[in-house]
């Protein structure tokens, strides 16, 4: 009974830890050299079809996944399963069974979720039913059953129904199959090499340090040693980060499980994030879940790398990798932009480019290159920039688009020409993009002349819509505006004063909007094409605008009415131009703010004093 309750506290404990952990604790255990294995006790399970399934088999190899719905590196391991190249192979079957005791219906939904035929999946509604002993009868026959270990338990069977091995932990397709070809030979099509491309970031040192510190104060609080940087540790967190950035999962893009990207220690863990914008909030996530704070405060590690690698768009991703070796410690700060060569599977390979671009004819001659970049399947808003070293490229007609080796598009002439660009390490892999060049064909139109514009024929392109005009005819002339008629030009609203073709005067008598915060005041205004002086400003014309903090007055004023600025209580700054100024109104300046500055020419300064003095505003207004 004992061993029973061990038992049923280790998987309980593995169903709250699992799926927030980042460690992929993998224990790979054999049978002792020259022992053919174990004899393959015989269980049967039923699929989500209500049929039966034998645990026993002649003349296939199995593999059996033991895990849960909800555990991360169960979902991990079936769905590298399920897009492998051997799923399909009539030398091998697969089952997957639930040990939790989850409903038919729920593990159905499991299935949908990947897709594949070849796995047969099984549930098992009774608590503590077939799949539960199964599952612990061949676990128990590489490990200690009370010692717990890591889901999913994944148990190989030989064609000689000889269990081999049960592996723990998360497992990659090509990690199962390189164990399976240990014992077996099997028949199935052997995928071709994965492809191999360059990606460029930025690599972020300064993180590195900020992480290492906040990582080593929170192992302080709890009395554990602090961890070390180290050297190749850190160069195989940054590659890591590079990769996550490609493919976001604790198996590599090549397909391999993480660990394999570095050979030393015999203790291993790795924390991944993407997204978060600094390591104070990607600690903040780490710090809160369980199985990343885990690995940061296992007391068993001296090591850790730290990798930050920064995509396209500013994207964070983040790696911790630990190990229980010594440390080389590094020297490092700063930002590096970098390049990284990463080997993914075709089929998590998703190139993207601007599918369609198109020209004008004025274009022609003009240089450009492709944006190639990839969406990450795991973090779609992952897309790292891919290196046009990486590719070859070919336009379909050169007289339209020319591109060189270095993939520069040379536009050439009008017309349609796709440009493609194939991956060099897998020419089966490209992306294209459609440029298109249209030509001047020009249509006339003539333009009658206004009393605003010029006439004129105007000849416009219509495959790129640029346009010139020639044959111009003077304008027809505009009335004179006038005496006292109010114009709206711009901001503001002014009243003629006085009315000619030259020399016209005019009073800015009220802004438009009552809410400006500046206001500048010219010195002229343009009204139907006759320029007028703008000589005074009216009274009560900002009175009351709570929101104006600066006004500039133009060189041409000669009058500010009565309460011109009365109430404008956050006026702070009034700037004179003119050197006309002749006068002030009552409470022109009447509540503006107390501290208020109002600069004059300086050769004016002692007349204007006296010309602001009394008109409203505080004492402590000064004037310069």
């Not at 930025?202 to 900020?210: A, L």
């Not at 070859?392 to 598009?409: I, L, R």
Request: net charge positive.
């Amino acid at each position: 009974m004992r061993k029973q309750f061990l038992r049923c506290l280790s998987m309980l404990m593995f169903v709250l830890i699992l799926p927030l952990m980042g460690l992929i604790s993998t224990i790979k255990v054999q049978a002792v050299e020259g022992q053919s294995g174990f004899a393959n006790p015989e269980y049967s399970f039923t699929t989500i079809d209500d049929s039966a399934i034998s645990t026993t088999s002649k003349g296939q190899v199995t593999v059996i996944v033991f895990g849960s719905l909800t555990c991360g590196n169960t979902q991990a391991t079936t769905k590298s399963i399920s897009g492998s190249s051997w799923v399909s192979s009539s030398d091998i079957r697969v089952i997957f069974a639930d040990w939790t005791n989850k409903p038919k219906a729920e593990v159905s939904a499991f299935a949908k979720t990947y897709g594949c035929d070849s796995i047969t999946f099984c549930y098992d509604e009774k608590a503590q039913g077939t799949i539960y002993h199964a599952m612990w009868a061949y676990y128990g026959l590489f490990h200690d059953p009370s010692a717990g270990g890591t889901l999913p338990f994944t148990a190989l069977i030989d064609k000689n129904n000889q269990v081999r091995q049960v592996l723990t932990g998360n497992q990659s397709a090509n990690s199962i199959m390189s164990e399976i070809e240990k014992f077996e030979d099997v028949d199935y099509e052997k995928p071709a090499p994965n492809p191999s491309l360059d990606i460029k970031g930025t690599e972020n040192y300064d993180y590195v340090n900020q992480v290492l510190e906040l990582v080593n104060q929170t192992r302080a609080a709890k009395g554990v040693s602090p961890l070390k940087l180290d050297q190749q540790l850190v160069e195989s967190a940054m590659q890591r980060a590079a990769e996550i950035s490609m493919y976001y999962s604790h198996t590599r893009p090549d397909g391999s499980l993480c660990f394999t990207i570095s050979d030393r220690g015999t203790k291993k863990a790795e924390n991944i994030a993407v997204g978060q914008s600094s390591p104070q909030h990607v600690m903040d996530s780490w710090n809160n879940s369980s199985g990343h704070y885990a690995n940061i405060m296992d007391a068993d590690m001296t090591s850790i790398g730290i990798g930050c690698f920064v995509d396209r768009k500013g994207i964070c991703h983040w790696v911790q990798f630990f190990d229980n070796a010594a440390a080389a410690e590094p020297s490092v700060s700063g930002t590096k932009e970098v390049s990284r060569s990463i080997t993914i599977q075709k089929s998590w390979l998703h190139l993207k480019t601007q599918e369609k671009q198109e020209f004008s004819c004025k274009d022609i001659n003009r240089t450009l290159k492709m944006d190639i970049f990839h969406t990450n399947q795991e973090f779609a808003s992952s897309n790292p920039e891919l290196l046009l070293s990486s590719f070859t490229f070919k336009s379909d007609k050169e007289a339209v688009a020319q591109v060189q080796e270095d993939g520069t598009v040379l536009l050439k002439g009008p017309g349609k020409a796709m440009i493609t660009a194939s991956l060099k390490s897998d020419a089966s892999i490209s992306v294209c993009q459609t440029i298109s060049v249209s030509q001047h064909n020009y249509t006339d139109k003539v333009i009658a002349p206004t009393q605003t514009n010029k006439g004129y024929t105007l000849h416009t392109c219509t495959s790129c819509n640029s346009s010139y005009k020639d044959s111009y005819v003077p304008r027809l002339e505009k009335p004179v505006p006038q005496k006292n008629k109010v114009y709206k030009v711009g901001k503001f609203q002014y009243k003629v004063i006085k009315s000619a073709k030259k020399g016209g005067t005019v009073e800015l008598k009220a802004p438009i909007n009552k809410k400006l915060k500046s206001v500048s005041i010219d010195s002229t205004v343009k009204i139907n094409g006759y320029t007028f002086k703008i000589s005074s400003i009216a009274k009560n014309a900002f009175k009351g605008n709570g929101k104006l903090e600066k006004v500039t007055i133009g060189a041409n004023v000669t009058k500010i009415g009565a309460n011109a600025f009365s109430d404008c209580k956050k006026l702070k700054k009034i700037t004179i131009k003119s050197k006309k100024l002749q006068s002030v109104g009552k409470n022109a300046l009447k509540n503006i703010y107390k501290k208020a500055v109002i600069s004059v020419p300086k050769e004016k300064k002692k007349a204007y004093k006296k010309l602001f003095n009394g008109k409203g505003q505080k004492k402590t207004v000064i004037i310069k």
